[in-house]
């Protein structure tokens, strides 16, 4: 991970370089101090500094650099420190030296672990498969990895310390990172799709995982790669409609000739045909009827070929609801029906409202006389998933019924509302059931997955 500008890390080491220097003259100065009895011996510690910081900053080099070093100092102190007994400033001078080695080895010890802690965190951070990229409080790029050089085209030296993190992302990106900025530290980490821009100015199709550090106003961003699911969304949804256009000339085609099948039987069966015949009136009949049903399969058709054509969007499941109150059989103008309780989004098909629709199409023509009220309420659940409630005081649904409903061709109508629900809300992973009690009403489960509302 390249953590720094080249330019600072020049500063940097000329800096220490400076500081050994001058730490080194620091030392054979007060040695000849303490050889002028102008210091006492408490300062001869002084000595370390330039060690210490040799093997913080080379590690094994330094080492030896700083034992060279301690070794002159040692031989300076033997020529001129004569304030003492030779034996006794031997033991001393000695000892000193011995702690001057131990010291600096244990530094040079904790830079090489602090060094190949680094190292493993580079290591993992170049291996994750995501850019990642830390900013400053002024948004101008701290560190980066080799993802992002990857992804963005730009070298470690041309960004760190010179580009703010708004110079990868289009408008969106960069509207949506000052959102996520404003919210502090602390915060969930914000996650969302917008449009990437390299170093060649092209735009990409990214995901962005915003992060602020606790208690700091610096942030972790890490982006990935989607433009190869973008383009094949995009790839489905025209092959979708493709299909959906090439389905709808052919249901055309087979509505007017059902129209001259119904006709024909309609001018038959004024005509008399088949009346003194009992063959041929339920032959007549029995064409009429089966033309009937395929009428209705065929509207089916018309709503089934809608499903995935357009790519999900977050829909407000309340206004879904109110939509179909404004929608509902004219017949039944005295049923409320009630979403206050629902005002959440969900990732859905764009159908999403054909479901509410549905719903309460169910009601309308199975809740019997009794029904008064429906109600839809959503609240999460232990596991991080949404649950939907929808719920009437009609006449329920039979046990042996309940799953049996959304099964395709069951019910009193087409046989095709309860399943084309089921088979919208399963596009973005949403499972419905019936869980209500027979004669106590109708009751629809619609679990969300975790990541699938807001």
Request: proline share 3%; net charge negative; charged share 20%.
């Amino acid at each position: 991970m390249s953590s720094a500008h080249p330019v600072q890390e020049e500063r940097i080491l000329h800096l220490v370089n400076l500081l050994i220097l001058a730490t080194t003259a620091l030392s054979f100065g007060v040695i000849g101090l303490l050889a002028a009895g102008i210091l006492p011996l408490m300062f001869v510690s002084l000595v370390y500094l330039p060690g210490l910081l040799l093997t913080w900053y080379y590690r094994e080099k330094g080492f030896f650099v700083a034992t060279g070093i301690g070794v002159v100092i040692l031989a300076l102190e033997f020529l001129f420190y004569t304030m003492f007994d030779p034996l006794f400033r031997t033991t001393v001078f000695v000892l000193l030296f011995i702690t001057y080695l131990a010291i600096c080895g244990l530094m040079a010890i904790v830079s090489v672990l602090i060094h190949r802690e680094h190292q493993r965190v580079q290591e993992i951070s170049d291996s994750t498969g995501t850019a990642l990229i830390i900013t400053g409080p002024d948004r101008s790029v701290r560190v980066v990895n080799k993802e992002f050089e990857a992804l963005f085209g730009y070298g470690a030296k041309e960004v760190v310390g010179l580009l703010s993190v708004d110079a990868f992302f289009c408008n969106e990106g960069r509207a949506m990172i000052s959102r996520a900025l404003t919210q502090g530290a602390g915060t969930h980490p914000s996650i969302f799709e917008t449009r990437g821009r390299t170093k060649d100015g092209d735009e990409i199709d990214v995901l962005v995982t915003f992060t602020m550090y606790p208690a700091s106003n610096e942030a972790v961003i890490s982006v990935i790669d989607i433009s190869s699911r973008t383009m094949a969304q995009t790839s489905l949804v025209k092959a979708n409609r493709k299909l959906a256009l090439l389905s709808g000339l052919t249901r055309h085609d087979v509505h007017n000739q059902l129209a001259v099948i119904l006709s024909s039987v309609d001018i038959m069966e004024d005509a008399g045909c088949g009346k003194d015949d009992p063959v041929c009136s339920g032959a007549i009949s029995a064409i009429g009827r089966a033309a009937e049903t395929i009428r209705q399969q065929v509207a089916f058709m018309k709503d089934y070929e809608d499903i995935g054509v357009h790519k999900p969007l977050w829909i407000n499941v309340r206004s879904a609801f109110d939509a179909a109150a404004q929608r509902a059989p004219l017949d039944r103008p005295g049923v409320p029906i009630d979403a206050a309780g629902a005002d959440v989004a969900i990732y859905a098909d764009p159908m999403l409202a054909r479901v509410a629709l549905n719903l309460v199409d169910n009601s309308f023509r199975h809740g019997g006389d009794y029904l008064s009220c429906i109600t839809v309420r959503a609240e999460q659940v232990g596991d991080g998933t949404l649950r939907i409630t929808y719920e009437d005081d009609g006449d329920g649904v039979a046990a042996v019924d309940k799953e049996r409903v959304f099964e395709k061709g069951v019910g009193s109508n087409t046989g095709f509302g309860l399943f084309l629900i089921r088979e919208v809300l399963d596009i973005t992973g949403i499972t419905i059931r019936e869980t209500g009690s027979p004669g106590g009403g109708a009751r629809f489960e619609l679990i969300v997955p975790e990541d699938g509302w807001r």
